[in-house]
């Protein structure tokens, strides 16, 4: 699966985003998609993660209320809403495809090259 990642930006805090990653190559539906994100001097962070049919969702405990993850199998794209942004979620974006949906790095295949979204106070 090669996926694309879109969306990020600079944006106020109190501002939206949408993120987008878009996949190709082996059937998308098979797989479960998560968005990780990495700010500078720190690890990778589980964001959110959906499952294959987009029934269930999962959140990190800092964005949930915030932030919404989405799926269209159809258009092989999942999607993610960032609502109320604060300046702690600047970091690069990425999306991934695994046997998810979870919050373990290492269950995930496939990466995305990452998209940066940076919140000014």
């Known amino acids: 699966v090669q996926l694309q990642a879109s969306g990020g930006g600079l944006v106020q805090a109190g501002g939206s985003l949408r993120l987008s990653c878009a996949a190709s190559g082996r059937t998308f539906s098979n797989y479960g998609m998560g968005w990780f994100r990495q700010a500078p001097g720190k690890e990778r962070e589980f964001v959110a993660a959906?499952?294959?049919?987009?029934?269930?969702?999962y959140y990190v405990d800092s964005v949930k209320g915030r932030f919404t993850i989405s799926r269209d199998n159809a258009k092989n794209t999942v999607t993610m809403q960032m609502n109320s942004l604060k300046p702690e979620d600047t970091a690069v974006y990425y999306c991934a495809a695994g046997r998810g949906p979870t919050a373990a790095a290492m269950t995930y295949d496939y990466w995305g090259q990452g998209t940066q979204v940076t919140v000014s106070s």
């Open positions: 959906i499952s294959w049919s987009g029934r269930s969702t």
